[in-house]
């Protein structure tokens, strides 16, 4: 069974302290994404990862990082947390192109909701 | 800039109703459309509908790529309250790995 999965359901971390979201997935897929998603606000890219090592900004990246040391693993880093970053945090992975190797590209984790106090 | 647009907001109806729901974007050079269902958690993948592919169907839901329109539906048939969601459209420009997505028709299905 695919699966994408993610470090945390639930965190509560306090304002200024790092923060570290990870995703694994095992479909050996090139791309994966991470998103926040809020009421009325649907879901937002941050950043996306095509490649090893490779990344580029999404829509919303300001206060954000990420690691991409692994295919199969991709980090989102909030150097100083604050208030505004409490949201839902999900993670996606997708193959390069539309091949489709029997397994459906565009699969989401769980997701992460993020509490910043 | 690109975007898509969902329609209703949101929808309430009993149980054994069929619903269209509506998905339209403006993209630039369009690649793929991706159709999820979204209850307490992560969103599931539906479908992918693409230039090559645009009629799907498993089950009780199916879904149609109109490119000419540039649009796409989602019809839920015999309607169970376990369908009630958030239903998200996110469609891919060709050129790039990202995918942008509406906001979501919430749907809400009545005993």
């Known amino acids: 069974d695919v699966k994408v999965t993610q470090s945390s359901r639930y965190l509560v971390k306090r304002t200024g302290e790092k923060v570290f979201l990870e995703c694994v997935q095992d479909?050996?897929?090139?791309?994966m994404f991470w998103y926040r998603q809020d009421p009325g606000l649907g879901l937002r890219l941050i950043y996306f990862?095509?490649?090893?090592?490779?990344?580029e900004k999404g829509d919303i990246p300001e206060g954000y990082s990420v690691s991409r040391e692994k295919k199969e693993r991709f980090s989102l880093i909030l150097e100083s947390a604050s208030t505004n970053q409490t949201s839902m945090y999900l993670c996606?992975?997708?193959?390069?192109?539309?091949?489709?190797?029997?397994?459906?590209?565009?699969?989401f984790g769980p997701g992460t909701r993020l509490t910043v106090l | 800039e690109d975007k898509v647009v969902q329609s209703p907001l949101s929808l309430v109806v009993h149980e054994g109703d069929t619903v269209t729901l509506n998905c339209s974007y403006e993209?630039?050079?369009?690649?793929?459309l991706l159709w999820y269902k979204q209850e307490k958690k992560a969103p599931t993948f539906l479908f992918m509908l693409?230039?090559?592919?645009i009629e799907k169907k498993s089950g009780r839901l199916s879904s149609i790529l109109d490119k000419k329109e540039l649009s796409s539906i989602l019809n839920i048939t015999a309607t169970q309250t376990g369908d009630s969601a958030i239903y998200l459209c996110?469609?891919?420009?060709?050129?790039?790995?990202?995918?942008?997505f509406g906001t979501g028709t919430r749907l809400k299905v009545l005993a």
């Open positions: 990862s095509y490649d090893v090592k490779m990344k």
């Open positions: 993209v630039t050079n369009f690649r793929s």
């Open positions: 479909m050996d897929h090139e791309n």
């Open positions: 693409t230039s090559s592919g």
């Open positions: 996606a992975s997708s193959f390069f192109g539309l091949r489709d190797r029997g397994s459906p590209s565009g699969i």
């Open positions: 996110a469609v891919r420009p060709s050129g790039t790995y990202k995918y942008i």
